[in-house]
């Protein structure tokens, strides 16, 4: 259930970010400035964007930490999903496979 439950969370990680981010690019392109700009408009956005920043930073430490104690393999996918996607993704993606791991070891 667990697995079903971070699978779901998966899908739903990449589709509600991208349905904000899909409309930016075909308005914006791959334009980095107006994405700062945005992404910094007010101290709203500000929090947010550093929260997600930080968090990203801690999920990557916690990535390779976990991952090479349960000696994982790939682990740079998970780096990789947060950095096209974001933590709502790569974070559960990550959780996802750690469980797969934990089951098939126990």
Known sequence: MLKIAYLILCILGTALPYSQFVPFLLEEGLNINAFFRELFAN??????????????????????????????????????????????????????????KLEETA
């Open 43 to 100: 101290q709203i956005s500000g929090f947010f964007g550093m929260d997600v920043i930080v968090s990203s930073l801690v999920f990557g430490t916690f990535v390779f930490s976990e991952g090479s104690r349960l000696k994982m393999k790939n682990l740079w996918i998970y780096i990789v999903s947060n950095l096209l996607v974001g933590v709502s993704l790569g974070l559960p993606l990550f959780l996802l496979m750690r469980q797969r």
